[in-house]
């Protein structure tokens, strides 16, 4: 059993920040990439910010230069530090890793998700 639980979000002013975090457990084999998605209302999910295991991270150019995604890898845990907040990121953030569980099997898990509310 593997889970992804986020924390994080809330209600923050524009030009705020905010730093989300996604910590995985269970049983985890290694952990090929660690990515942030979200969905405003109305909208389909987008990628946001992906890390892959070695690689490089990568941004949506609509975040790019506000957002840094991170990871500790010790503590299996993605980091996404949201700064110069605009009332257009506005949306539930969730996590997604794509892992090799236990019984060598590579799959993709999504977190619960976390509301993240721009606005004065």
């Known amino acids: 059993q593997v889970q992804l639980v986020e924390s994080g979000g809330g209600l923050v002013q524009p030009g705020g920040s905010l730093r989300l975090s996604c910590a995985a457990s269970?049983?985890?084999?290694?952990?090929?990439?660690m990515d942030w998605y979200r969905q405003a209302p109305g909208k389909q999910r987008e990628l946001v910010a992906s890390?892959?295991?070695?690689?490089?991270?990568d941004y949506a150019e609509s975040v790019k230069g506000r957002f840094t995604i991170s990871r500790d890898n010790a503590k299996r845990t993605v980091f996404l530090q949201m700064n110069s907040l605009k009332p257009e990121d506005t949306a539930v953030y969730y996590c997604k890793a794509v892992l090799l569980d236990s019984r060598g099997q590579m799959r993709v898990y999504w977190g619960q998700g976390t509301q993240v509310t721009i606005s004065s």
């Open positions: 269970g049983s985890i084999s290694s952990i090929n990439r």
């Open positions: 890390a892959p295991s070695g690689g490089t991270t």
